[in-house]
């Protein structure tokens, strides 16, 4: 008995053999009954650092103060929702505050059907939405396993995957091969009389895997769903708030401006709060809107110490170049092991698709929760395998990543990477000799972390304003 036996077994578990009980956490790391203390690459939630002191001290203080349901006006509530839409395009003006990411699709979808008055929506092959009946029916990753299957009004079209999609990396046509293959899906659905009202997708398509489409692919894509009569839908829940670098959301590495776009996870640093942010066209057709908890004031308030905090501390920044490093560095690590097909992602949000050689791109699902496992066990690193055959290696730190930690992970990850080949190769020559020398480094971690020692730990030093003592 694991003490979980009220527990759906349903319910996911990071780590489902040996799950963590995880009793603290600030900044990076969290750390669990036993005293350990683990790097957190997993936690998207936690954005700008687990308990930060400003979002703690936020929240306690309004929670001391007001706690309220949805229909009062509060100067936190028009606060917030201005400095939120101000990180928009000015077309997308106006904001919903819902509980999670699930809500805030639902209530998309609802604004694209009343928007367009039609029913059918196109999504990637593979994606995730949400745990809502109507997103389960529009997530192919979870009716595909489920008796009711397809639903009519739903058209599945392959994601972009530049590694091992039917178009690759070596193909400089590959986003419009894929643009036409989609509208040729939606051309067969308009010829059986079925019309559309949305595409969802995330921009870096995290759920099925790290997918980093091609540059000037949404910008084909959503003329296309346009022409069809469609609105397009940016699910961030994922991307948004800086975690894909350089820009506050992920769409903007493509220019383009979606109708409706959705928000969750790192909106209150692990307070549950979620937003839909669209046009005023849209949001006028939908009429009257209620959710008890949306946008309540404790919400707003630790909402508003969020983005308060990626500012001041530079998280977009600090994102963008610790990711760079991490991500060159990777890349080399590609080039040393055979395990590790692509390399892939943008800024905090990188995936390592693990697979048996290189040659073959088999995807090596059980050598992926080894790794998982190792890094857990051995290194107290905690990641995620996520994509459609769970081989891909998901890192998706808070944002207050250093340096540092990024140097750490990949140090582990060669040293594991390593031990797995070695692993493999005495059991394909369980008596040593030759097969061994393979396993030796082509090149050593010293030849390739070029990191500068001024550059370890730089974000962290300009944080935090508040001391972590100053909460008690
Ligand atoms: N959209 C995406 C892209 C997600 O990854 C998730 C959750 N993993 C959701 C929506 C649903 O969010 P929530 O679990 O907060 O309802």
């Known amino acids: 008995m694991d003490g979980r036996s009220e527990i759906s077994r349903g319910c996911l578990m990071h780590f489902e053999t040996a799950p963590l009980k995880i009793v603290r956490a600030e900044k990076q790391y969290m750390t669990d009954n036993y005293g350990i203390r683990y790097l ?15 979002v703690v001290t936020a929240g306690k203080s309004q929670m001391a103060t007001l706690v309220s349901s949805q229909g009062f006006i509060s100067d936190s509530l028009m606060k917030y929702t201005k400095q939120l839409v101000s990180n ?10 819902v ?22 929506v196109v999504v990637f092959d593979d994606a995730y939405h949400g745990n809502l009946g109507n997103l389960i029916d529009i997530s192919p990753r979870m009716f595909k396993h489920m008796a009711q299957g397809k639903k009519e009004f739903v058209h599945v079209i392959p994601y972009p995957d530049m590694y091992r999609g039917r178009y690759r990396e070596d193909d400089l046509h590959a986003a419009e091969k894929y643009v ?15 019309k559309l009202a949305c595409f969802i997708s995330e921009s870096v398509v995290v759920n099925c895997g790290v997918i980093v489409p091609p540059k000037n692919y949404f910008k084909l894509l959503y003329n296309v769903i346009r022409e069809a009569g469609g609105v397009c839908i940016a699910d961030e829940v994922q991307t948004a708030l800086g975690r894909t670098g350089e820009y506050f959301l992920s769409f903007e590495h493509y220019e383009v401006v979606p109708d409706i776009v959705t928000l969750g996870k790192p909106l209150g640093n692990g307070h549950p709060m979620a937003a839909v942010i669209t046009t005023r066209e849209i949001a006028d057709s939908l009429g009257e809107y209620y959710s008890t908890f949306g946008g309540n004031p404790v919400a707003c308030v630790i909402g508003l110490a969020v983005l308060d905090v990626i500012q001041n501390e530079k998280l977009i920044q600090s994102a963008t170049s610790v ?39 088999k995807p090596a699902t059980e050598l992926t929760q080894t790794i998982v496992m190792r890094l857990k066990e051995e290194h107290h690193i905690l990641v995620q395998a996520l994509g459609p055959n769970r081989n891909v290696i ?33 059991s394909m020559n369980p008596s040593g000799g030759i097969g061994l020398q393979q396993t030796r480094p082509l090149i050593s971690v010293e030849d390739i972390t070029h990191l500068e020692d001024e550059d370890i730990g730089e974000p962290d030093a300009k944080r935090p304003r508040i001391s972590y003592d100053d909460v008690d």
Do not use: W
């Open 180 to 194: 036409l293959e989609a509208e040729q899906i939606l051309q067969q659905a308009l010829k059986n009389n079925r």
């Open 394 to 426: 998901t890192l998706t730190p808070p944002m207050c990543f250093t340096q540092l930690n990024a140097r750490c992970l990949f140090q582990a990850l060669d040293s594991v990477l390593t031990a797995c080949a070695g692993d493999q190769t005495m």
């Open 88 to 97: 928009f395009p000015d077309t997308l003006s106006v904001c919903y505050l």
């Open 323 to 361: 990711g760079k490093t991490l991500f060159e560095n990777l890349q080399l690590l590609k080039l040393k092991h055979h395990n590790v097909g692509d390399v892939r992602g943008l800024g905090l949000c990188i995936g390592l698709e693990i697979v048996e050689d290189k040659s073959s791109r």
């Open 99 to 120: 509980n999670s990411g699930s809500e805030a699709n639902d209530l998309a979808l609802r604004l694209a059907r009343a928007y367009t008055n039609q029913k059918d």
């Open 40 to 54: 957190d690459c997993v936690s998207n939630v936690a954005h700008v650092g687990h308990c930060h002191p400003q």
